[in-house]
């Protein structure tokens, strides 16, 4: 019988899966994991996500789920990414996003699991701290494209957050290159295409929540 991880409710063990050519197939687990989730994929085929064992339900990945370990499957194969240090017990480590080159974003905990960061990951070099906008703690890498341009969150010691734009090394609030006038605060940029146009969420001034889309101009700057 599947392990209830819902403690009482009728959640029971998942597993991550890709469909290809009308087939499910149910894609492998490290040793000692349970449950799992593949979250994002290629073109060529790859995905990533994350594993971990049963846990009350965790809110920021909508399962019941502690996530420790990121993950990248191809033609089957599980691969654990690794992390910055941390078991996954407070942010997790998390793999969110794959580019068309395999490279990987996510964020992991860092040594001591009380904050945690988005990475970078390739195969040649495996995971990269790309750290935090100035006087944050923690953040999330969440989306990726084939030119290796990172979006995501940065969050302060009371989890407000800001969208920022990763490029070349270096960390950009997106709040500090779109027009002033602007009536969004852009809290997550969760997604970035081969043009560089961003999606994500912003609040008004009322505190209400819209998506957004950020274009780039000709100077650089987004609209």
């Known amino acids: 019988m599947a392990k209830n991880c ?3 409710r009728p959640v029971f063990e998942f597993k991550p899966v890709i469909w290809d050519n009308g087939m499910i197939q149910q894609l492998p687990l490290p040793a000692g994991d349970s449950v799992g989730g593949a979250l994002a994929i290629n073109d060529e085929g790859q ?10 339900f965790n809110q920021n990945l909508g399962l019941y789920v502690k996530d420790s370990h990121a ?3 191809q033609n089957g194969v599980v691969t654990d990414l690794g992390n910055l240090g941390g078991d996954g017990g407070f942010g997790g480590n998390h793999a969110c996003a794959i580019n ?13 699991d009380t904050a945690f960061h988005a990475y970078l990951w390739n195969k040649e ?11 944050d703690f923690a ?20 989890f407000n957050s800001r969208a920022f734009l990763w ?28 043009s560089g146009e961003i999606t994500g969420v912003g609040a008004n001034g009322a505190g209400e929540l819209h998506g957004f889309l950020a274009t780039p101009d000709r100077s650089g700057e987004r609209e």
């Open 6 to 8: 819902a403690r009482g």
């Open 71 to 73: 993950l990248l499957w």
């Open 167 to 194: 490029e070349n090394g270096e960390m950009t609030d997106l709040n500090n290159v779109i027009p002033a006038n602007s009536e969004l605060y852009l809290q997550q940029a969760k997604s970035i295409n081969a």
């Open 100 to 112: 068309n080159y395999g490279q990987v974003v996510g964020h992991s905990n860092l040594a001591g």
């Open 125 to 135: 070099r495996g995971m990269k701290d790309i750290g935090t906008l100035s006087g």
């Open 139 to 158: 953040s999330l890498a969440l989306g990726i494209n084939d030119a290796g341009v990172v979006v995501g969150a940065s969050l302060d010691p009371n």
């Open 47 to 56: 995905a990533v996500g994350i594993s971990g064992t049963c846990t009350p």
